[in-house]
């Protein structure tokens, strides 16, 4: 039975939501008119439109529209997006949603939560089904049959697609949560890294619930640029302020907090709605408040060495401040050289360094043999291998590689120790597109050795190569292995706070909001 209107009036009433909220959407899409509206009216908070039939007085499909309609004429002012669930008006009959679509005032986004997924035909009927017939601006799916069957959903850039992956109920963790074999990641940090590659087209989310924050923060981790669905807020009892600490990006954005019964079966939905706003709003400056507070706890943190190491790279030039022009296009306020070390004793005290960050990556690093990439990670990994002998009594073998192959003498490209079976530390400079260090795993790999990490002089942590990863996550994403640096941006806007120049630190703090990537 269809709520509301006739199958002809209720197209027409889709195009019309089409027609307005979608024209507005010229080259943006769902995730950028979902930011735009947070923005706006400052607020995180997503309305479930759930008319469960126990709620209803009027126990049919319009009684659920009225219920629905009570709900939106209270909540729109404080409404960051509403989510009806397919559930409950399938249960009237299919047709319920369009004559609810067209209710919803066109610049409030809707998440129609569906949890799609089936083989690609099917997926694309359900697709079809939903963006086109109901004209849906995002949708809820289950992407645990693979990419094959999220591809259909994720072809239209203009709609939002967030994909299930680690859902608020308790048995979740029957599944979700198990343990890939060989790895430390669960299946649910599986689907989000996944989710985060599928986002290409900026139309990616993911369902976390709520009640694990643990998952969220883990999550977060495995997908820092993907706005997350996060219910189990009220009538499930999760802890809000858990959620917000663990899911918000690093912008405190990202996090879209869903409440159905809290709100629909409050005394007063307008006052429930107005609340949960608020204490989501509170919640994210004591989340930005606990972030700064760890910056500044790492930053004072910082060991002798990395301050000494900062000293000594602007005693040398390497290290300078200013306006420079990025290979990117960026206009960065500092830049960092390392082919400008060219002395003896510079050397020597590189090799200190890097070896000083080896220690004290501890376990993290478990390597027999280092590798320095030619040219620049050549002196790098010798000094590095004398520094491990000399300074910490560890005779590490060493090898490099020259860039043209030989073909006469000792053959192959590389040259020093046989590293075929051994785990081998990779040692460079800086990682800024990741180019040199995916050549060095190539190389690694076809002789036969197991790549154990990468040692850097300075890690710059912004965002590269189109992706909210800096380029030494993404290396560490790619391969599964650590990247330790001597020093990051962190330390370098700690030193400068020490040092008492707050235009440049200003300039540094700008540059860090316009390109950074969560510590
Ligand atoms: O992991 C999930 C995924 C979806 N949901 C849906 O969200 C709402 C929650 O309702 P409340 O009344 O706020 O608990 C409901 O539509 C669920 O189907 C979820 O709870 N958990």
Avoid at 92 to 108: N, Q, R, S, T
Avoid at 386 to 409: F, I
Wanted: hydrophobic share 45%; proline share 3%; charged share 20%.
């Amino acid at each position: 039975m269809a709520v509301g209107s006739s199958k002809a009036k209720q197209s027409q009433l889709s195009n019309k939501r089409q027609g307005t909220a979608f024209a507005s959407l010229a080259g943006s899409g769902f995730f950028d008119k979902l930011a735009a509206r947070a923005r706006a009216i400052d607020s995180l908070l997503c309305v479930g439109l759930d008319p469960h039939v126990g709620q209803l007085t009027d126990k049919s499909a319009s009684g659920a529209l009225a219920f629905c309609k009570r709900l939106i004429d209270a909540t729109a002012d404080v409404a960051l997006a509403y989510k009806p669930n397919a559930a409950f008006f399938e249960a009237f009959g299919a047709e319920g949603m369009a004559a609810l679509k067209d209710y919803i005032p066109a610049e409030i986004p809707i998440v129609l939560d569906a949890k799609r997924g089936d083989i690609g035909t099917t997926a694309q009927a359900y697709a079809d089904a939903a963006f086109t017939e109901l004209g849906a601006e995002s949708i809820t799916i289950n992407a645990y049959m693979g990419t094959d069957t999220v591809a259909p959903f994720i072809k239209d850039p203009s709609r939002g697609v967030f994909v299930l992956c680690k859902t608020s109920n308790p048995s979740s963790k029957e599944v979700q949560s198990l343990r890939l074999a060989g790895s430390n990641l669960a299946v649910f940090e599986q689907v989000a890294a996944l989710a985060q590659g599928w986002n290409t087209a900026n139309n990616v989310g993911l369902v976390v619930g709520a009640t694990d924050a643990d998952a969220l923060r883990r999550a977060r981790a495995a997908a820092p640029g993907l706005w997350i669905l996060a219910p189990g807020i009220g009538a499930q009892g999760g802890d809000l302020d858990a959620a917000c600490a663990a899911g918000l990006d690093a912008n405190g954005l990202g996090l879209l907090v869903p409440i159905s019964r809290g709100i629909s079966a409050a005394k007063d939905p307008a006052a429930a709605a107005r609340e949960f706003r608020d204490n989501i709003n509170k919640a994210r400056t004591a989340a930005a408040a606990a972030s700064a507070d760890q910056v500044c706890e790492q930053a004072e943190g910082m060991a002798p060495y990395q301050k000494d190491f900062i000293d000594f790279a602007l005693s040398q030039n390497v290290l300078r401040f200013g306006s420079f022009t990025l290979k990117s296009g960026r206009q960065s306020p500092y830049f960092f050289n390392a082919g400008l070390f060219s002395t003896g004793q510079a050397l020597a005290k590189l090799g200190r360094f890097y070896a000083q960050a080896i220690v004290d990556a501890g376990d993290k690093l478990d390597f027999t043999v280092v590798f320095g990439p030619a040219y620049k990670g050549i002196p790098l990994g010798a000094a590095v291998a004398h520094t491990l002998y000399e300074g910490h009594g560890s005779d590490v073998e060493y090898t490099y590689n020259r860039k043209e192959k030989k073909d006469h003498g000792e053959g192959g490209l590389l040259v020093g120790a046989d590293v075929k079976g051994k785990r081998v530390l990779i040692v460079d400079d800086v990682i800024t597109a990741g180019t040199a260090i995916r050549e060095a795993m190539d190389m690694l790999t076809a002789a036969g050795a197991v790549p154990a990490g990468v040692v850097i002089a300075l890690d710059r942590m912004e965002k590269g190569g189109g992706s909210e990863l800096s380029a030494v996550q993404q290396v560490e994403k790619e391969f599964g292995i650590p990247v330790v640096s001597v020093v990051c941006l962190t330390h370098i806007a700690s030193y400068l706070t020490a040092g008492q120049d707050p235009a440049l630190l200003q300039a540094i703090t700008e540059y860090r909001d316009k390109y950074g990537v969560q510590a």
